[in-house]
Every structure is written in C-alpha cells, then in structure tokens.
C-alpha cells in the first residue's frame, strides 16, 4: 500500500510543473494566475455528448428535491417529463402547473410503474419509502434514479443491490457530488500525491435557520382529504394522520434517517468516491437534542467517528471525524477536507482548495535536546514559512454537480454504461450513516465489514 502511495507522491510536483510551463508557453488548457501566496487553476468545464433518442420518465416524489431533481434532469438534451405521483394534491397541482396540464398524476406509483411509455423514474420520496418504490420500479422495467440516502435501515440494502443485478436495470443513488468536477480533481490530486499520505478526513454541516433544521412550512389545506396518509405510513407504523409527520418527515425515525441520512451521507459519497473507499469498518456516534425542541425523535448535534481501515491499492488506514450542529452560530457552512503529510485540501463540488507546507523544521526545544543528546546533528534552523495554497476552480460555465449527475444517468441507460452511484456504491455509502444513528440510538460502537457489507458480531 505504502509503495504503492509513494510512487505516485511527486507526481503532483511534476504535473503542477508541467501545468505552469504550459500556461506559460500560452495554452489554453489551463488558466493560472497567483496573488500572494495562492496558485490558481482553473478546472477544465466538460463536453457534453447530445442525443438523438428522448427518454420518457416519471417523477415519484414531487416535493422539494423531486421537483429540484426533475428540473435539472429536462436539461439534459433527449429527456421527457410523462408522469408524476405524489401523495399530496397540492404537489400534484404544482407539477401539472409546472410541467403542463398533459402530464399524468396519480397518487399511486403503481400506476406510473404499470405505463409502458415510461423508461425512468426519479425517486425523491421521504426514505422509508426508497427501497420498496425502486426494486417495484426496476422490476417493472424502469431504470431508477434514487434519491439519497438509498436505503432507510441497514437491512435494506442487500435486496436493492440484487434487484438491480437480476434486471440488469441503471440505477443511480442521488448523492450528485460524486459527479461534479470538484470531486473528481480532488480524485486526481489524491492519486497524485498532492497530500503526501492519507490519514485523516473530516467534514461537517452547520446551519441556523427554521428550514434548515427541517421546519418546514405546513400547507393550509393538509388534511385527511387532500393527503394519502394510509399510503405514507403503510410499510411502516400506523397512526392517525398528523400534518407534521407527514410534511417533517425528516424529524421522525419512522421516515427519516437523521442528520447523518440526510447530510452525512453525501460526506460518504464524496469520500469514497475520492479515496476509493469501500467504507470505515468501525463506527460510533454521540449527539443530543439541544435547541429544537419540536418534538422531533432525532438529535439536532451529531458526531460521528469513523475508523477506515487500510484498503490495499485504494488508501492507508485513516480516520474520519463527522459533525452537524443544527444550531451553529456561526451556521451555512460545509466541508470536506482530507488531511495528509504533506498537506490537506478543502474539497466542493466546484473548487478545491490545496494547501501544503513549504518545509518543515522542529523548534521544539524538547526535541533539540534529544538530538543534541543523542549526538545527532541539528540542520540549520529554518524559518516557518506559509503554506503554499492552491485553488482549483471549475471555469464559468460549468453546468455543475446535479447537471453532472443526471447527465451520467441518461448517458449510462443510452450506452448500457456505468453510473457514479450504483447500488453498491449507494449502500456503502448509506451503510455507515445508518450505522452512526444506531450507534447514537444504543449508545455503542458498531463494527462493519466494508467490503463485504456486513455487521460483525462483536
Ligand atoms: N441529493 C440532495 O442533495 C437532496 C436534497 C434534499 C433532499 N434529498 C432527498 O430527497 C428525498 C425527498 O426529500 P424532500 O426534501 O424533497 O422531501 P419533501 O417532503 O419535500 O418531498 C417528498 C415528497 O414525497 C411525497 N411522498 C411521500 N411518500 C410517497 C409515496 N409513497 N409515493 C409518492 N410520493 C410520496 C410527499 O408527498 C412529498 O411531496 C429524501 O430522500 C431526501 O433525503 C436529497
């Protein structure tokens, strides 16, 4: 592993200067400028293939993110909106208000599975609800664009991963930075030795608002009536209708996965897609319910603690330490940043920012004289110099992460090819979000087999 890392370390020295020289000679393929002690590089936007054919496709799950979803997925030349299932009228009023009043609606994603006009479904359901509508969509024919995370408990998983190897079905779990050029340039950095050798990552989500503690708005006419609630709580405990489990979802463990489902999960895709990661193999979590205090059944502060073991010809045993803080003072910021000897960088899904030091010489008078006394010779002492920093930033333009992510779905059913996401892909990434909200709900540590995808008993 080790041998395999260092041979790659100064490849990132050559290419950078390989990079600069073509700038300097006046190529276009990069555009570099520097300010103080920041190099900047643009990332090359992509090309896009265009399409002769239309794919037809149903959306299942019209609230926020499917509407989002849809929006983004009509860009990508050759698709066609055809139908639309929620459970809610007014989401079913908005999308025909939207998209037309021929599209078809329907409350029942059976009725969308049984059209034969149909060849995709995006699936942007509350999560309970994603394991049971793919594997019906893509035994039915249909390729599937899963919505995030792709399974609501750790069982689930297995059964969406076969589903999608016996019908030989696209199925794309909708995690969009694993797309987007932020996070294949970190890809590229990492392989290139950029941060000399992995052993540290970390990521977190903070925010401050009502929306972005999951307090949504609750539509005037919720009732009953314009809602299917017998549907919404069919696969799980039955209740009487309650407008705000219904429209909070996220609030409550019968529907939602937590903060670690709804946000940590995207920290796994892109860390995994980066480093090549099957996952960590130990997991344990610790939060609390702080500040709001709606009667949600989750925490609104979560830690997590990952322990990543050595992945031969992929990356070295690291750590991961993840947070959210629903009541962050400072609130609106996300990261992801992969720390290694030689240096760490801040990853999105448009830019990365690399930062690496310029040399390193100890002043620690206790480490001085250890080496004096053991006779070894001190090298002249250094100055500390600031880190050297580098900005990668896509060029304007770019169509961006979710563009990215929908264009490899419809390019993947076009040529029979690969996804970003599959189901493997999406329950490793799942598995460990899952996995930090049982550790936080039993309070233990949790052992898991990445690679197999498996709890071990401990
Ligand atoms: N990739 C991302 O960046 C991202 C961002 C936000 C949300 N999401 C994911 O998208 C999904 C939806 O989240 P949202 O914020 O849009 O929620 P939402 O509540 O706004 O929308 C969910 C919609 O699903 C409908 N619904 C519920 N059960 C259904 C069923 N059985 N059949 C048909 N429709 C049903 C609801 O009526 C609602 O309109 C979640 O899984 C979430 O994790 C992903």
């Excluded at 990508?76 to 908005?94: A, F, Q």
């Excluded at 930033?393 to 419809?410: I, L, W």
């Amino acid at each position: 592993m080790k041998n395999n890392h260092e041979s790659s370390r100064r490849g990132f020295i050559k290419k950078l200067a390989t990079t600069t020289a073509a700038v300097a000679a006046g190529s276009t393929v990069f555009a570099v400028s520097q300010d103080s002690d920041t190099k900047h590089f643009a990332i090359q936007k992509r090309s896009y293939i265009g399409a002769n054919d239309s794919i037809n496709m149903a959306l299942i799950g019209a609230g926020g993110m499917g509407t989002g979803d849809t929006i983004t997925a009509l860009k990508v030349p050759g698709t066609k909106l055809v139908g639309v299932c929620d459970l809610y009228e007014g989401r079913l009023k908005d999308a025909k208000n939207r998209w037309g009043q021929d599209i078809f609606t329907t409350r029942s994603y059976q009725e969308i599975l049984n059209r034969s006009d149909i060849d995709a479904v995006i699936v942007a359901t509350p999560d309970h609800w994603h394991q049971q509508i793919s594997i019906d969509a893509m035994r039915a024919g249909k390729h599937v664009y899963c919505e995030k995370p792709m399974v609501h408990s750790i069982g689930e998983g297995p059964a969406v991963i076969k589903a999608q190897k016996e019908t030989g079905k696209v199925f794309q779990v909708g995690s969009q930075g694993v797309s987007s050029l932020g996070n294949e340039k970190a890809k590229e950095l990492l392989k290139d030795g950029a941060i000399g050798e992995l052993n540290f990552a970390e990521g977190f989500w903070a925010r401050h608002s009502p929306g972005g503690a999951w307090q949504y708005p609750i539509p005037a006419d919720a009732s009953a009536a314009t809602v299917d609630w017998d549907t919404f709580v069919s696969n799980t405990k039955k209740r009487s209708f309650d407008a705000l489990r219904f429209f909070r979802w996220r609030n409550y463990r019968d529907y939602g996965t937590g903060m670690s489902g709804d946000l940590f999960v995207h920290l796994f895709s892109s860390l995994h897609f980066i480093t090549d990661s099957f996952g960590p193999n130990k997991i344990y979590s610790s939060g609390g319910l702080r500040y709001w205090k709606d009667g949600r059944e989750v925490p609104d502060v979560l830690l997590g603690i990952f322990d990543y073991p050595d992945q031969t010809q992929a990356h070295p045993a690291f750590n991961l330490s993840l947070r959210c803080n629903f009541a962050d003072g400072t609130s609106g910021n996300t990261i992801l940043k992969l720390v290694g000897s030689e240096g760490a960088m801040d990853i999105g899904w448009d830019s990365v920012t690399l930062r690496r030091n310029k040399n390193f010489s100890s002043d620690d008078p206790f480490f001085i004289e250890k080496m004096k006394q053991a006779g070894t010779p001190l090298s002249d002492r250094k100055r500390i110099l600031p880190q050297e920093e580098y900005t990668f930033a896509a060029e304007k333009g770019y169509m961006g992460g979710p563009y990215d992510h929908f264009f490899n779905f419809f390019h993947a059913i076009r040529t029979n090819g690969k996804v970003a996401e599959d189901a493997i892909f999406g329950y490793r990434a799942a598995a460990p979000a899952l996995l930090c909200n049982d550790s936080y709900n039993n309070d233990t540590a949790i052992l898991w087999n990445p690679e197999k995808m498996q709890l071990i008993k401990k």
